[in-house]
């Protein structure tokens, strides 16, 4: 994923010891992520000194701004001039070995690289950009990808997962309607016996209740997304079940 990015760090004597990343898209909207600074040398203004790189990056081409806080940060992103639009919820299943629930009338496949132009599309229709570069080496290092199609073989609704520490992480899911989203989390479910992670929209409220309230998903981090120079993001939210990994903002 490192390819699709423009990245800044800090070293001391030859190690790493902060770093950003800022990925820009199409149509004049970029994101910065993967912001972090070594415990040992953070309260020295290096974070804000990544942030005003990548702030001057983006405004070279004349590109607002998104980014997912982490609560640490946000008095940072907040004295830059960012404001919050909405909260994403981190959800997670500690037991996750559920019985597979099939659709009557849809059938899940696994993700194959046919799939992916569909997928790609489909993520312009709910991102509003394309992210096609992200996709294609997300696609290879994915733990495991889910597509449903309907009778006439359009795609309705993909899902994507990796593998962070010993949990697996869905990233993304994007589906046009409730039910396909519903339909493509209790399939993982179905593949994986471990903890499951999902970073969910704080718009997407019936998805964030039908996970806790029907699965037992625990809210386990809340994390302002915010943007500069923007009131909104593009694309259509309503198809954004669970973003792609936070840290790509």
């Known amino acids: ?79 830059l001039g960012f404001k919050a639009i909405r909260n994403i919820h981190r959800l997670q299943l500690d037991n996750s070995y559920l019985a597979l629930k099939q659709g009557e009338l849809e059938k899940i496949d696994q993700m194959n690289i046919e799939d992916l132009i569909d997928v790609i599309q489909l993520d312009i229709e709910a991102f509003g950009l394309n992210r096609s570069a992200m996709y294609e080496q997300l696609f290879y290092n994915m733990e495991s990808g889910f597509v449903v199609r309907g009778e006439d073989r359009m795609l309705k609704g993909f899902s994507m997962t990796t593998k962070v520490g010993n949990a697996i992480r869905v990233s993304p899911l994007i589906a046009k309607d409730p039910s396909i989203a519903k339909l493509l989390i209790s399939n993982i479910f179905g593949h994986h016996a471990c903890p499951i992670q999902i970073d969910v929209p704080s718009n997407q409220a019936d998805f964030i209740n039908e996970l806790e309230q029907r699965y037992d998903f625990k809210n386990i981090l809340l994390s302002p997304q915010m943007t500069l120079d923007a009131t909104d993001l593009p694309g259509k939210n309503d198809h954004m079940y669970g973003i792609l990994n936070p840290a790509f903002g």
Not at 18 to 42: D, M, T, W
Not at 64 to 71: A, G, H, M, R, Y
Request: glycine fraction near 8%.
């Open 1 to 79: 994923m490192l390819s699709v990015g423009a990245f800044y760090g800090h070293y001391d004597n030859n190690r790493l010891i902060s770093c950003a990343g800022i990925f820009q898209y199409e149509n004049n909207l970029a994101s910065i992520g993967i912001v972090c600074v070594h415990p040992r040398y953070r309260r020295k203004g290096l974070a804000k000194q990544l942030m005003t790189i990548c702030m001057e990056e983006a405004n070279k081409l004349d590109s607002s701004i998104s980014l997912v806080s982490s609560p640490e940060g946000f008095p940072l992103y907040k004295s």
